[in-house]
């Protein structure tokens, strides 16, 4: 029976570590995101570009940019207007069949 006990306390502390550790993570984002600073990055990317590289550390400060976010976010919305205003059908009718008012 203390063996069932000791195996579901373990179980547990294993959980509450994993959570700690995703919330650990949660939070530097969470600041990240706020403008309170870049998280570190400690390891290479692409295998070439250090953590001290320049180009990279343009692009970590302008992905972790408040306003980064946001312009996607317009992107987003831009493409889905012009999406909702294309008709597709117009493309395909000649230039005769557009001019006697075939494509309304």
Do not use: H
């Not at 706020?34 to 390891?43: A, M, R, S």
């Not at 290479?44 to 302008?62: E, G, H, Y």
Request: proline share 4%; hydrophobic share 45%; aromatic share 4%.
């Amino acid at each position: 029976m203390e063996d069932v006990i000791n195996s579901v306390q373990d179980q547990l502390d294993d959980g509450e570590e994993l959570v700690s550790a995703v919330e650990a993570r949660r939070r530097a984002r969470a600041e990240a995101a706020k403008g309170k600073g870049v998280p570190i990055f400690k390891k290479n990317s692409l295998l070439c570009l250090s953590p001290t590289n320049p180009l990279r550390k343009a692009i970590v400060s302008l992905v972790y940019n408040k306003w980064f976010d946001r312009l996607i976010l317009l992107t987003i919305l831009t493409n889905c207007v012009f999406l909702a205003i294309n008709d597709p059908m117009c493309g395909k009718l000649t230039r005769a069949q557009v001019d006697a008012g075939l494509c309304a």
